[in-house]
């Protein structure tokens, strides 16, 4: 380990049991993310009273979660902050990228493009990295839970993701959430669901494919729009006699409007349909239907995308917001530029996770790139407030790529900016860039290289 190293007990055992990216790699995409062949279980038990990391005199911040927005902030909290310690909480293994994964299912990037370890940035930007699962945040006590011990934090950063609300279709039925979960998972969250995912794609054999979105807001909106093309190309590359039905809860597809219906209905006429205002009434995973408000649909196979929410990581921090009648939002009630908490303002919520901010347009568009730019923002943040100093605004954009062919490459894009009103209210522009072509492929290519030499290299 380098002199730099701050890694602490848990990772450096996590190391000797072999957990090595190599390895991971040759043990392919479902072991690298730890389900199937268990290497996400938990390498040691110890009792969750125990302290995981001594105090070193340090300001610690704590962040719970590794993925975009956590690594992310992990690196940049150590360049800007060096006397603060960072330590970074994950319960898997190694990263694994959902930006890029639909191109992963047709192997237009391999494993290998996706997976990244954990150990090495920690390494190189002097963090220490706990592979671990966070059972509860006291934010009374400044304190993170795990299950093999407890942190104490002078920070604390939730960069959670994302959870899947089952329970709006299907109430407690725990047999139904269980056999949706099981038989039909959707890959919308960093886990062994896009191995699975990959397969069904890869074993189909013909006949209806209904992928439905959830309800806005949710990760990722214009994804599952490129997913049902990157699917619909394989399955005419490979003559496979389906038809993919996108049910849409939308009025219309968005983002990117027009450059999705000009590739549907100029690459794919035969095999995707869109059906507008179809939200989803019951889901019937025993029975293979789907009952929307656009009319019934039979299926062979289905991507059923639940309404999404913040990860359970924000619920547990009491950090849900509730609407004018009490209600909770489902998502993390935050300053909408410093994405702190009112009354706990060291404490911070970034990416996916996040509520809504604006009037205008309500939520940021829930990607890696928001994710991104939110860490390195608080990054900033912590750092002042750390110095005493005032937290001064940092703006940030939005820019998703979307491969819609692949034979040629050719993807269409959207861009978003913010500005702060004169009325202190934050505003969106948005442009869409409706025309598929090679070059919006190359600059995909090049903005994800740029995010994983951001916060992932080693
Ligand atoms: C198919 C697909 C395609 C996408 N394409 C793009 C794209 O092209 N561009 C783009 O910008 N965005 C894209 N996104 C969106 C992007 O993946 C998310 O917006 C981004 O990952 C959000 O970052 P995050 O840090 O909020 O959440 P995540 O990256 O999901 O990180 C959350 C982390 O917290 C961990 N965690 C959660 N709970 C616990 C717990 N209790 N204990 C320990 N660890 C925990 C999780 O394991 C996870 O690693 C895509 C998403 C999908 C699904």
């Not at 990391?53 to 940049?76: F, Y």
């Not at 209806?208 to 093309?229: I, M």
């Not at 649909?297 to 009648?325: C, E, N, R, Y």
């Amino acid at each position: 380990m380098s002199g730099r190293t701050a890694t602490g007990t848990l990772a450096d055992r996590g190391e000797n049991m072999q957990f090595t990216r190599r390895k991971l790699l040759k043990a392919g995409a479902a072991a690298a993310l730890g389900l199937s062949t268990g290497i996400g279980a938990q390498p040691l038990i110890m009792s969750t009273s125990s302290e995981l990391v001594p105090r070193t005199g340090k300001r610690r911040v704590v962040i719970a979660g590794g993925g975009w927005g956590g690594m992310t902030a992990a690196r940049h909290i150590r360049e800007q902050t060096p006397d603060l310690e960072v330590v970074l909480l994950e319960r898997n293994p190694v990263f694994w990228s959902c930006p890029l994964s639909n191109k992963w299912l047709i192997d237009v990037v391999d494993t290998n493009f996706l997976v990244h370890s954990y150990m090495s940035p920690a390494r190189r930007h002097g963090y220490t990295f706990l592979q671990t699962e966070i059972v509860d945040i006291d934010r009374a006590a400044r304190r993170v839970h795990t299950a093999q011990g407890h942190l104490d934090y002078d920070w604390l950063i939730v960069s959670g993701g994302i959870r899947y609300g089952f329970e709006a279709w299907f109430g407690n039925d725990r047999k139904a959430i269980e056999y949706t979960r099981t038989h039909y998972p959707t890959a919308y969250i960093p886990s062994a669901e896009h191995a699975l995912v990959k397969q069904k794609v890869r074993n189909f054999k013909g006949g209806t494919f209904v992928l439905t979105l959830p309800p806005p807001p949710h990760r990722c909106p214009p994804s599952p729009y490129e997913r049902a093309c990157l699917m619909a190309w394989w399955f005419k590359q490979n003559k496979v006699p389906a038809k993919i039905v996108i049910l849409d809860p939308k009025p219309n597809i968005a983002p990117i409007t027009a450059g999705y219906k000009m590739a549907f209905s100029e690459l794919y006429p035969d095999i995707i349909t869109h059906v507008p205002n179809a939200l989803v009434k019951e889901f019937d995973p025993f029975n293979k239907v789907v009952k929307t408000a656009a009319g019934d649909f039979k299926f062979d196979d289905a991507l059923p995308m639940s309404p999404h929410q913040a990860a359970d990581l924000v619920w547990k921090a009491g950090l849900i917001g509730k609407t004018p009648d009490g209600k909770p939002t489902g998502w993390a009630a935050v300053h909408p530029w410093f994405y702190n908490v009112k009354d706990d303002p060291q404490v911070f919520v970034i990416g996916d996770s996040v509520g809504a901010v604006s009037p205008h347009f309500g939520h940021y568009p829930k990607s890696g790139h928001v994710a991104n730019r939110q860490a390195r923002a608080v990054a900033t943040y912590i750092g002042q407030q750390a110095k005493g100093q005032e937290l001064k605004p940092v703006i940030i954009d939005n820019l998703c790529y979307m491969l819609v062919n692949n034979s040629p490459r050719e993807a269409i894009s959207v861009q978003f900016d913010y500005k702060i009103g004169e009325d202190g209210v934050l505003r969106q522009t948005q442009i869409d860039d409706n025309e598929r072509r090679a070059e919006l492929w190359e600059s995909d290519l090049r903005w994800v290289g740029h995010m994983f030499e951001d916060f992932a290299a080693g």
